[in-house]
Structure formats: C-alpha cells, structure tokens
C-alpha cells in the first residue's frame, strides 16, 4: 500500500494526504460516513413530526421540538467540542461523538413518554456535536489545499445522503411498524456507521494540540467575511429545515392526503443535494466561490417560489431545488470558512456550525409559527423573508477582497 501522502501518477508531492492516493480515498469515504450517521440521526424525526403531533396531541410548531431540541443541543455543543478537538485530536472525539449519538438514538425508541423522548433528542444532539464541530478543521489539516474543497464537499454529499436515508429508513419502518421501531432502526444504522468512520478514517498527521488562542473568537468576528458566513449557514439552514419540516404536513392534510411512505419519498430529493454540493464545490474552485455561492443563493430562492404553487408536481419540484440550492451553498460556505481562518480553525469551524444548527432550531420552529396561522403560504414568506437576508449577504461576500494564502501544490497564492 502505498503511503496516504503519496501522490498519483502525474501529481505533484506537497504536505496533507493527496488526491489519488489510497489514504485520500479511505478519508473521503469516511467522511462520507460521518456526514450520513449525522445528519440520519439528527433529522430522521423530520418526517415522523405528524405521528408525534397526532399521538402525544401536539401542534405542529410543538411537534417540531423533536427535530430542534436536537439541533439547538448540536449547536451549543459545537461550541465545546470545536474548542476541545484543538486540544484533544479531531478523529477520536469524531469517533467517540459517533458511537454516543448511536447509543442515544436507539435507546430513544423505548422512551416512555414525549418529555423522555425529548430529553433523549437533546442528548443525540450534544454527542453529535463532536462530529460537525470537527469535520472541516480535520479535512482542512489532513488534506492538500486544492482536494480540500473536493473532499469537503463529499462530506456534505454524505450529508445529504444521511438526510435522505435517515428520513426515508424512518418513514418506511413507521408505515409499517410504527415511529418506535423507525428510531431504532436508525440507532443501529448509526452505531454501524460509527464503526466503519473508525475502522477507515486515517490518523492525524497535521494536527497540532494547541490552547485556542486568547482573543481568537474577536480575531474571526473581526474578519470581514467570516461573520457574513456565519449569518449565511443561520438563515440558510432555517430555510431548508422550515420547507422540510412542514412539508410532511403539507402532504399528509389535504388536498394531497399522501400516505407517510409517500412523505417519505419526498426524501429521495437529497439525492439532488448530494450530486449538488459536489458538483458546486468543484465548480468553486474551477471559478470562484463568491460568484458560485451568489448563483446557489438565487437557486434557492427560486425554489422556495415554486412550492407555492397548488400541483403535487410543481412543489416537489420546488423542494428538490430548494435542496440543490440550499446544499451547494452550505458546501461552498463551509469549505471558505476552512480556508479563511488562518488560526483557530476549530473555533472558526464551531462558530459557523453554532450558527448553521442554531438556524435549524430557532428558525425551524419560528417556521411553525407561520404555517399554524397562514399555512403554507406563510411559511413561502417567511422563507422569501430569510432568501432576501442571504441574497444581501451573498453580494456583500462577493465584495470582500480573498486572502492570498500560499499554498505549495500549484506554488502560487490561493485565494480565501
């Protein structure tokens, strides 16, 4: 086997595990598991929100706390586990993080009640947070510059996977056996997971433990593009994770009246999400992330429009490209945050998943609020109201001069 550092043929050496090489490949795919085992976990509930509401008598913005109890836990966790993985190694706590969030999910199939089922989603989230808050900070450190945005954006292609999986393993089994059985059965797939990132992920070789830096938060809240992806991840995700949690509610009422495996089949969109964040990460390097994230913004928006629309046909359409749009921004805005934060790019990575997870919490729920008294027209508006926020903060990122960044693969500066 050749070493993971080696590059293929008619590749260039240079520090960080190169494209072609067999540790580059095990990485990649263990990436690929990690983003799946997290986001199966974290939002395999999304579709089971009207079983929750209708046996526990539940509203629909109540129900919801399923899915942001999770997420909202996620982000202050994040918060933690970025600052601790600069102190303890990326790969163990991701393993760790993994292994605990399987534990928690399947023991969450028994839970007696809708308070214990809650308090077991808070701690799925918590121990999730290991893997999020450390996954670009270990690609960023593991791979050479130019892969990185390639390699991250399998991560969030895995991502999206686990999302499509997770909700649609979840409403499959619940149409059969009910919500018990479908979050156990998701609580085994994410221990499997676990063990495969643990068994294919390759060690750290550049990681260095380090104390975060005193001042190093001010430091990135400084930087004139970091805050603006922090605000992007925020109401990008309360977009995405509104469309979806209601859409169940959508389909299952009438006129469309769907069944939960049909609902669960609206799952298979991710499928464009994770062809999508591949796809824009590579076209990002190719042109420029900043024209690039502008174009993803516009998609999305555009997508949030044609769910308006009353045919079956048209709002399915509209989901999937509210997904296209929404996963190749998220893989352009977390590969810049990797490659803007010179230092502490642990805390930078945390601080972007803080706002990613809490968006998904705060914003998801606030979305209920909108479709109890208007419907789903009140939840395009709110979405519209959200897409206008982060087409502003789209164009002020394309104004942002890049950092030259020497890099010795193509031995020329690379823009941040």
């Known amino acids: 086997m050749r070493d993971g550092s080696e590059p293929a043929h008619g590749q260039e050496s240079g520090p960080g595990y190169a494209r072609g090489s067999v540790a580059y490949r095990c990485l990649t795919i263990a990436m690929l598991f990690a983003g799946f085992s997290t986001f199966s976990m974290l939002y395999s509930v999304q579709p089971l929100l ?30 933690i586990a970025g600052v601790a993985s600069d102190r303890l190694g990326r790969r163990p706590l991701m393993v760790f993080a993994m292994m605990s969030a399987g534990a928690c999910t399947f023991v969450a199939a028994i839970a007696p009640g809708w308070p214990s089922l809650l308090a077991l989603r808070l701690l799925t989230g918590l121990a999730l947070a290991g893997v999020p808050a450390v996954a670009m900070a270990y690609v960023a450190e593991e791979v050479r510059g130019h892969d990185v945005g390639s390699a991250m954006g399998l991560y969030i292609a895995g991502s999206a996977l686990g999302g499509m999986g997770g909700r649609l393993i979840a409403s499959l089994v619940a149409s059969v056996g009910g919500w018990r059985w479908a979050v156990g059965a998701v609580g085994v797939l994410g221990l499997v997971m676990a063990e495969a990132f643990r068994r294919l992920a390759p060690p750290s070789r550049g990681f260095i433990p380090r104390l975060a830096r005193q001042g190093g938060t001010l430091e990135l809240l400084r930087d004139r593009a970091l805050p603006l992806l922090y605000m992007e991840a925020f109401v990008l995700m309360g977009v995405f994770v509104t469309v979806y949690n209601y859409a169940g509610f959508r389909l299952m009422g009438p006129p469309y009246l769907l069944s939960q495996a049909a609902v669960g089949a609206v799952f298979l969109l991710y499928i464009v999400g994770s062809a999508s964040s591949a796809w824009f990460g590579a076209l990002a390097g190719r042109i420029g992330r900043r024209r690039i994230f502008l174009v993803t913004v516009l998609i999305l928006i555009a997508g949030v429009g044609i769910t308006s629309a009353r045919p079956l046909a048209l709002f399915i359409l509209g989901i999937g490209v509210v997904t296209a749009g929404f996963f190749g921004a998220h893989s352009i805005a977390s590969s810049w945050v990797g490659r803007r934060a010179l230092h502490n790019r642990g805390q930078a990575a945390a601080l972007y998943l803080f706002a990613y997870y809490l968006g998904s919490s705060v914003l998801g729920s606030a979305g209920g609020v909108a479709w109890t008294k208007a419907g789903w027209q009140g939840v395009t508006w709110f979405c519209l109201a959200l897409g206008a926020v982060a087409l502003a903060g789209a164009v002020a990122l394309a104004r942002v001069a890049p950092l030259s960044i020497p890099d010795p693969q193509p031995k020329a500066p690379v823009e941040a």
């Open 50 to 79: 009207p079983l929750f509401a209708a046996e526990y008598g539940l509203s629909a913005e109540a129900a919801s706390l399923a899915v942001s109890v999770g997420t909202g836990a996620l982000a202050l966790g994040i918060l």
